[in-house]
């Protein structure tokens, strides 16, 4: 029952995605103001009041982020004149988040994110697999990095419609397709080595992400 609950949930993320995706792109090719104003905020909003409600100082933060509402509220005719624009900063920013995060486990002492997720499924690690997974954390560095800039490139040189379809319906595929390299690369590498599933990494990366 555990089982059927938890795929149904998957199925049920997976549907919302998707349904978010070809909304935000609905609106990016019909220039649909009010409606995709709403969709490009709608993660941001969410985002807003989730972390105000667990604030340490909720009142506080509940006061702020209605100040905020009523400062969307008198600037709104403005604002959705520049929804596409949103949508590329939530797009652009959040994989420029991802490369700096990446970036960020590469210095002096700290421990490089791919080593961590190998730690987290395989315990204590040779020397050859640190490296390896230290040349797997720079990879994403480059990898989410060349999606930020690729995003900025099409949203101010293409068509709107060819940065949409980039932002909503290939971005996750590439993603997909980065963690399917590496494992095929891995395999090769480090045959002798338990690999772990393809899925393993990803819900490792996501957990990472949702700390």
Same mark, same amino acid.
């Given at each position: 029952m555990r089982a059927l609950v938890r795929h149904a949930r998957r199925a049920g993320i997976l549907v919302l995605a998707l349904g978010? !995706?070809?909304?935000? @792109?609905? =609106?990016?090719?019909r220039g649909t103001e009010t409606l995709g104003t709403l969709v490009a905020l709608a993660p941001l909003i969410f985002?807003?009041?989730?972390? !105000?409600? @667990?604030?340490? $100082? $909720? %009142?506080v933060a509940l006061t702020l982020l209605g100040a905020?509402?009523?400062?969307? %509220?008198v600037g709104w005719d403005h604002v959705t004149r520049l929804y596409s =624009?949103?949508?590329w900063i939530e @797009?652009? %920013? =959040?994989? #420029?988040? #991802?490369?700096?995060g990446f970036a960020r486990t590469? %210095?002096?002492g700290r421990e490089p994110m791919v080593t961590g997720f190998a730690r987290m499924m395989h315990g204590e690690l040779s020397p050859e697999l640190a490296a390896y997974t230290r040349s797997v954390t720079r990879a994403w560095v480059w990898f989410f990095g060349a999606m930020a800039t690729l995003s900025t490139a099409l949203f101010l040189a !293409?068509?709107?419609v060819v940065w949409s379809a980039f932002a909503n319906f290939f971005t996750a595929p590439l993603?997909?397709?980065?963690?399917v390299v590496e494992y095929i690369v891995r395999r090769r590498l480090h045959p002798r080595m338990r690999h772990a599933h393809i899925m393993d990494g990803v819900k490792a990366f996501w957990k990472t992400q949702a700390r």
């Open positions: 978010y !995706a070809l909304l935000a @792109h609905y =609106t990016n090719i985002l807003s009041v989730s972390m !105000a409600w @667990h604030a340490e $100082r $909720r %009142g905020g509402f009523a400062a969307l %509220g =624009t949103i949508y @797009h652009a %920013g =959040t994989e #420029l988040l #991802l490369c700096l590469l %210095g002096p !293409a068509p709107l993603i997909a397709l980065m963690f």
